[in-house]
């Protein structure tokens, strides 16, 4: 199963590589009170150091925010129990549970990236011009936890693995 040239396994694996990224990358004691979702947006961006960019605007709908891409369609949940879904277009779907850090709704940035803020960490969805997804936990301070979960669920027949450019 693919999405575009690529194996939907290592579409959804690049998630996890950018999310250990973030989350060894950007941990500091700012404050308690966490950080604005542009200020986490900004993070992520600086974090990733890749040249393509976050989708510029999710369309929101029945309380999801949904990006159609030339190969599927990323759709992430406002709440924190919502999966994000990665779908190239069939029912072939993957599902991704971030761990659960947010104290509220998601929050659309400027920049596209779906961000739900937490108050020791946040975690942030970027659906990219590729078709990848980026996903991330921000550390806003030393009491926030130092593990997170990041759960798939996969169609019958894929696995995770790692692509080229992110070996886990």
Request: aromatic content about 2%; proline content about 7%; cysteine-free.
């Amino acid at each position: 199963m693919k999405i575009g040239r690529r194996p939907l396994a290592v579409f959804a694996a690049s998630a996890v590589a950018a999310a250990f990224l973030i989350v060894q990358g950007t941990a500091s004691a700012d404050s308690s009170q966490g950080t604005s979702p542009e200020q986490t947006a900004s993070v992520v961006r600086a974090a990733s150091g890749d040249q393509v960019g976050a989708v510029s605007r999710l369309t929101e709908a029945g309380g999801r925010l949904s990006a159609d891409l030339s190969n599927g369609e990323v759709s992430i949940g406002a709440d924190a129990d919502s999966p994000v879904v990665i779908s190239p277009g069939d029912d072939k779907a993957v599902l991704l549970d971030l761990p659960n850090v947010s104290t509220g709704e998601a929050v659309q940035t400027s920049d596209g990236t779906v961000v739900r803020p937490g108050p020791d960490a946040s975690t942030s969805v970027q659906a990219l011009t590729n078709g990848h997804i980026r996903a991330a936990v921000t550390l806003h301070n030393a009491d926030a936890p130092k593990a997170y979960p990041f759960s798939f669920t996969l169609p019958e027949g894929a696995a995770l693995r790692p692509g080229a450019a992110n070996p886990l």
